[in-house]
C-alpha cells in the first residue's frame, strides 16, 4: 500500500533563504506526484505536477525534483518570502484514474 | 471567473442531524470529490465522482451520502451516523481522472456539539 511522508512537520527559516521540502514514497511506480500549497483555513493551490517521465518542473521561484528509483521528491524554493508561509502538501497518483495518496504536509513559517 | 465555491464557510450543527455541504464548480470538469481534513493529517477521499449521476466510495464514505445530478453540483451529506463528524470538508474538480491537475474549493468547517 503506497504510503506519503513528509518531514519535517514544521520548518522555521529567516526570510531571504533557500529551502528544501521533503515528500517520500513507498511504491515508486507511480503515476504523477503534486505539490499543493494551503493557507490556513483555506482550500489547497495546486503548485507543481510532475508527470513520472519528468524529473523536475519550476515555476517561478519553486522547483519540484522527482526521484522515482528513490522515492523521493523535493520542493526547492529559492529567495524565500513571509507571503511563502503555508502548509505544502505533496500527493501522489498511482494510475490515470487513481485517487491522489496524501503525505501529512509541512507547516512552513518565513521570518521577516 | 471560473472556479469552485463552497458553501456555508462555517457550519454548526447539532449531534443526531443530518447536514448538507454544497460543492458547485464552472469549470467544465467531469470529476469532483470530497475530502476530510483533520489537523496533521494528510486529506482523505470521501467520495468522488467521474461522470453525471455517478459516484464511487472513497477510503472513508461510512456516514457520508453525494449525489451528482449535475456535472457542476457535488453536494455532501454528513449523516448521524458519521461518529466523528466535526472536521475541514473540501470539494475539489479535475478534468478527468484524479490523477489531473486538481483544483479546490475554500472548504467548509464544520463542527458537531
Known amino acids: 500500500k503506497q504510503e506519503v511522508t513528509q518531514i519535517p512537520a514544521a520548518l522555521s527559516v529567516p526570510e531571504g533563504e533557500n529551502l528544501v521540502l521533503n515528500c517520500s514514497f513507498t511504491?515508486?511506480?507511480?503515476?504523477?506526484l503534486q505539490w499543493f500549497r494551503q493557507d490556513p483555513g483555506k482550500g489547497l493551490t495546486s503548485l507543481l505536477l510532475?508527470?513520472?517521465s519528468q524529473r523536475e518542473q519550476t515555476s517561478g521561484r519553486l522547483n519540484a525534483s522527482l526521484d522515482k528509483s528513490s522515492g523521493r521528491s523535493t520542493l526547492y524554493i529559492a529567495a524565500s518570502q513571509p507571503g511563502d508561509s503555508a502548509t505544502y502538501l505533496c500527493?501522489?497518483?498511482?494510475?490515470?484514474?487513481?485517487?491522489?495518496?496524501w503525505g501529512a504536509g509541512t507547516k512552513l513559517i518565513i521570518k521577516p | 471567473d471560473g472556479g469552485i465555491t463552497q458553501s456555508p464557510k462555517y457550519l454548526f450543527r447539532k449531534e443526531g442531524q443530518n447536514v448538507t455541504l454544497s460543492c458547485e464548480q464552472n469549470?467544465?470538469?467531469?470529476?469532483m470529490y470530497w475530502y476530510r481534513q483533520d489537523p496533521g493529517q494528510g486529506l482523505r477521499l470521501i467520495y468522488y465522482?467521474?461522470?453525471?449521476?455517478?459516484?464511487q466510495k472513497g477510503d472513508i464514505a461510512e456516514g457520508y451520502s453525494v449525489s451528482r445530478e449535475k456535472k457542476e453540483s457535488f453536494p455532501l451529506t454528513v449523516t448521524s451516523a458519521q461518529k466523528n463528524p466535526t472536521a475541514f470538508y473540501l470539494c475539489?474538480?479535475?478534468?478527468?481522472?484524479?490523477?489531473?491537475?486538481?483544483?479546490f474549493g475554500p472548504g467548509t468547517r464544520l463542527t458537531v456539539t
Open positions: 475539489a474538480s479535475s478534468e478527468t481522472g484524479g490523477a489531473y491537475e486538481q483544483y
Open positions: 469549470l467544465n470538469h467531469d470529476a
Open positions: 465522482s467521474q461522470i453525471v449521476n455517478d459516484f
Open positions: 511504491d515508486s511506480a507511480i503515476y504523477n
Open positions: 510532475i508527470q513520472s
Open positions: 500527493a501522489v497518483s498511482m494510475d490515470s484514474n487513481y485517487q491522489l495518496i
